[in-house]
Structure formats: structure tokens, C-alpha cells
């Protein structure tokens, strides 16, 4: 699959991160490090040539989209006991690797018949902290594979969305957003939170958030009592790259993550257009 249609999906993570708050954990039982993704080795999307349009982010002519990898035959870890968080609030995720099931599909404008990620294909996840800034980063899979990397900020009101970094084929982009965008707030509870823009330089997202109930999702994972947020993600990279991400995200405060999540991305591409849907349910945490 081309980079055009694997760096749309990627920034529909901007979605996810509102379920994702890449946190430490409360309890202090985890010591944080640092992450290996530094804030400062960036290009900013003003700057480069953007990804090769006539070849895969593996460097092969396809491939799978977005990076997925085919679900290993192995037993799914056990995993540790996950506290109960207190009413309102939101317990911090473990530091280590999430894995999700995934499917969905994808078009663009040279692979207009689309392709959908092969049977059994996942996600990888991975937290880690340096201080009050927390990540997670989606990576790839191949030696020139796509991969994104979100920053987040915690507080005592909530948690704020700090920068967005892509990796294709050898190239990063960055935006880091001012004012940081809160994509969490304490106490949680059902409401719609105003819309909000974050810019950078040649770069600007506008997110929507609303949480609309508890409910009970069963994923591979186990079943969670969760939080149902439904987000809207108009986003800007330099002149090349625009489009709308929309989701809806099943959050558990037990956990601290996302358990499950359904997205869609459209918009253009060098004045092209292309689309993608991207579907996940949690199978393995720390």
C-alpha cells in the first residue's frame, strides 16, 4: 500500500489519543523512562519532500495497510489485576506495550479499489513517560515502516494533548500544538467538551470531543466498564495534507486506556483524495 493512503490512518491516531491519555500509574509501582522517541529530532512538515507516492512505507510496491502485522500464533499473555478506579476518575495506564486486533480498509488516488488489512492483522501500543510527559507510539513494521509518536501532558484537571510526530519511509513530521489541546478532563462525566485548535508551525487541528455514557464492552481482552467518546479531528499538515478524522472510542478508567475503537479518515493528498477506516479492540496490556 502506498505512504499516502498509511500516513491518513496514522493521523487518525489523533482520534485515538483521546482515549489513550499515555499516562503513568497512580500508584508509583512503575518507575517512569524516558522515551525513545525525542521530541526534539524532528522535521517540520514545511520541511522535506513528503513521502514517495509510488512506494510502500516497507519499501515494497504493497503490503499491508498501515503497518498491521498478522496476529502471532502464540497464547495472549495473563494479565496483571487492573484496579477499580474511584468514581470520576481515571486510573494512569501501565508503561509497556498494548496490543489491539485490527481491521478495516483502505483507498487512495493510485489504489482506488482499496485494501483491507489481512485477516488477523494488530496494533502495537507503546507508553512510555519522561517526567509529566507521557507517549505512546503506534510503530511500523519493516525497516522504512510508518510509525507515530503522541505526547501528552497530566494534570490535576486533566490531560492535554502536547504534539503529533509521523515517521514515513525516513521522514518525520511534527506539530507541536499551541495551546496544548485537552482531550481529558477530571471529573469525567457525560457533556461535550468545547471545540478547541491547536496550531504549530505549518500545521493546525481542530478536535470536537464529546462523552456520551458508560457502557460494558467485551473485547478479547476481557469486559470493561467504559466510557463512550465520540471525536471529531479537522487536521492540517503544511500545504499538502488535510482531511477529517471522526471516531468513536470506548475508554475504561480502570485501565486508563482505550478498549475499543472505530475511525474513519477522508480528505486529500496533493489535491487527491483517499479514505480509510480503522478498527481495534483490545487483546493483550501490561
Not at 477530571?186 to 457533556?191: G, H, K
Request: charged share 20%; proline share 10%.
Amino acid at each position: 500500500m502506498d505512504p499516502r493512503s498509511r500516513t491518513l490512518t496514522i493521523l487518525a491516531a489523533l482520534a485515538l489519543v483521546v482515549a489513550v491519555p499515555a499516562c503513568s500509574r497512580e500508584d508509583g509501582r512503575e518507575r517512569p523512562t524516558r522515551a525513545t522517541t525525542s521530541p526534539g529530532a524532528t522535521t517540520d512538515p514545511s520541511e522535506g519532500e513528503g513521502p514517495d507516492p509510488e512506494r510502500a512505507a516497507d519499501g515494497s510496491p504493497g503490503g499491508s495497510p498501515d503497518g498491521a502485522s498478522p496476529r502471532p500464533g502464540a497464547p495472549t499473555p495473563t494479565p496483571q489485576p487492573v484496579p477499580q478506579a474511584q468514581p470520576g476518575t481515571s486510573n494512569r495506564p501501565r508503561l509497556g506495550d498494548y496490543t489491539y486486533d485490527l481491521s478495516g480498509a483502505t483507498t487512495s488516488p493510485i489504489d482506488p479499489a482499496g485494501r483491507s488489512y489481512p485477516e488477523g492483522s494488530t496494533q502495537r501500543v507503546i507508553v512510555q513517560a519522561d517526567g509529566d510527559v507521557y507517549s505512546a507510539h503506534t510503530p511500523g513494521v519493516g525497516a522504512a515502516a510508518s510509525s507515530s509518536t503522541t505526547r501528552v501532558r497530566w494534570s490535576g484537571d486533566g490531560v492535554r494533548l502536547l504534539s503529533m510526530r509521523l515517521d514515513i519511509a525516513g521522514r518525520g513530521y511534527e506539530c507541536t500544538y499551541d495551546p496544548p489541546i485537552q482531550i481529558l478532563r477530571f471529573p469525567i462525566r457525560a457533556e461535550s467538551y468545547p471545540a478547541q485548535t491547536g496550531r504549530g508551525r505549518d500545521c493546525e487541528t481542530t478536535v470536537e470531543i464529546r462523552l456520551t455514557g458508560r457502557e460494558d464492552v467485551s473485547v478479547p481482552s476481557g469486559t470493561w466498564s467504559s466510557w463512550r467518546i465520540e471525536t471529531k479531528v479537522d487536521y492540517r499538515f503544511g500545504t499538502q495534507l488535510q482531511g477529517t478524522a471522526t471516531g468513536t472510542n470506548w475508554y475504561s478508567p480502570d485501565l486508563g486506556f482505550e478498549v475499543r475503537g472505530e475511525r474513519q479518515n477522508s480528505g486529500t493528498y496533493q489535491g487527491q483524495p483517499f479514505n480509510s477506516t480503522a478498527n481495534t479492540a483490545l487483546r493483550a496490556h501490561p
